[in-house]
């Protein structure tokens, strides 16, 4: 199970933290990836890190202000955003991939989803 929040309504140029409690097996034991929404497009990438935190990989558009990392016990995923802009708006989603050595930056390689947290940045 997968739980995202931490979303809100931030000016342009603010920060938001976005957390992401696990529990079960999916937890710990696999990688973990953050994907968004906006309206009246499909789910895109945004970051993702491997069950090590060890690894990450960022989508270009976020790359630079975004920090994905897990904490110690490995069963909570943060993505630190910074310098938000408008088009950062969108519903934020936290995934995790049934098993190792998927493509964690295809949608299609993720199985279990949160529930998505709202993130709007205001101009």
């Known amino acids: 199970q997968l739980q995202a929040f931490g979303g809100g309504l931030v000016q342009a140029g603010g920060s938001l933290r976005l957390s992401c409690a696990t529990s079960g097996r999916t937890s710990k034991d696999y990688a973990m990836g953050w994907f968004r929404q906006a309206p009246n497009k499909g789910r895109e990438f945004v970051a993702a890190?491997?069950?090590?935190?060890?690894?990450?990989y960022y989508a270009p558009s976020v790359e630079g202000r975004f920090v994905i990392s897990r904490a110690s016990a490995k069963n909570t995923v943060y993505l630190q955003m910074s310098s938000l802009r408008p088009e950062d708006t969108a519903v934020y989603y936290c995934g995790a991939p049934p098993e190792y050595g998927l493509d964690l930056m295809h949608e299609a390689s993720y199985r279990y989803w949160g529930q998505g947290t709202q993130v709007t940045v205001s101009s």
């Open positions: 890190t491997t069950w090590s935190g060890r690894i990450t």
